[in-house]
């Protein structure tokens, strides 16, 4: 390690001398004795082609599918070249927060770009400059929707667990209460929601579409929330979004949701970014930052960080969050990808995952044994019954072809544009196989 530390051994020990102390343990001489290591257990240091082949090794062992049929969260889009390509840029991989807007101009309007992005998608008047992933924002969200007088979250059975999870731990945390939303057939049940809407209730999360792939009665939802005074918060698929109604245009205040679909691959699970936007109503409540657009002295376009929630900082006791950091790679990254694909060809990529989910569920439904679990609208996932499930799985995975998640109620399939219609004909008949045998 000494020879990453950029001081040298006489410039240390002159420092040391500076601050009246003549070696490193007088820095720690109110720790007790018996705390201190007499040494740690590491290997010894590898030289960097040892490391490359360890790490080689290493990488060689995960899996990666050609044929990837499962979503429930995380999905295999297409993503075009340019949209590695501009991120891994130094400018941008290596910078840091944007505090000095006369220097960050360029990541600025990158954060700029992608909020403005966000709210054509979603319908809203503002949007943050993104937080850690989309369960995250889902929880930021109910947080800063609670006050004195309202202290409970109701949030959709329907919606992914992960997301339900997340919301919990942050209730817990607070000590506000989280009431979960039965499920009938695969979507919110509204006849239960309208006796959990009290007069305590702060805001209603639901997911559209939800975790089971199904469309949820999204407007009237928003219809019965809103009469109880409550703020309704939807949970969205951004490439859902290209051909969706918005969450605006169904009565939504707050739109929320995992952005890993727009440009970044599935990467064993991260990292990811949770997009959060708004109705101008909550703009100040948003959590993290929001970087405006204005002019210079001169009269030249500029941007500068306009807000930040100052309670994170100043009044820690009065904040609804302590975000005041942002995925801004991986914000970039989105921008990159929603100004590549253009609203044509994000439509175009909805449009072919909705078609090919259905013919995939077409076919499998052919299948003695196979049915769907819940037949309303549905997007590009879907559950399925399936008998001897396990042996299904694993000839398919034997095929290269990751198949649909095993769920309670079944298989939860996801089909995107990146799949063939050959590899869709190509699992249909290895099911097919598999439960004739």
Known sequence: MASYVPSTKEERQEMLYTVGVS????????????????????????????????????????????????????????????????????????????????????????IFEYQTDICELTGMDVSNASVYDGATAAAETAAMCRDRKRRVTLISGAAHPDVIQTVKTYCYGTGDELRTIPVKDGKTDLAAMKTLLTPDVASVYIQQPNFYGQFEDAEVIGQLVHENGSVYIMGCNPIALAIMKTPKDCGADIAVGEGQPLGMPLSYGGPYLGFMAATEKYMRKLPGRIVGQTVDSEGNRAFVLSLQAREQHIRREKASSNICSNEALCALTAGVYMAAMGPEGMAQAAKQSMAKAHYLAEALCAIDGVSLVYTGPFFHEFVTTMPKAEAVLEALEKAGILGGLPISEGILWCATEKVSKAELDRTAAIVKEVLNA
């Open 23 to 110: 070696d490193y343990r007088d820095l720690y001489r109110d720790v007790p004795a018996e705390m201190y290591l007499d040494g740690l257990n590491l290997p010894s240091g590898m030289s960097e082609l040892e490391v490359r082949q360890k790490m080689t090794a290493m990488a060689a062992k995960n899996r990666v599918f050609p044929t990837v049929l499962r979503g429930a969260g995380a999905y295999d889009h297409y993503i075009p070249s340019i949209v590695k390509y501009i991120p891994a840029k130094e400018e941008f991989l290596t910078a840091y927060t944007p505090y000095q807007a006369e220097m960050s101009q360029g990541i600025l309007q990158s």
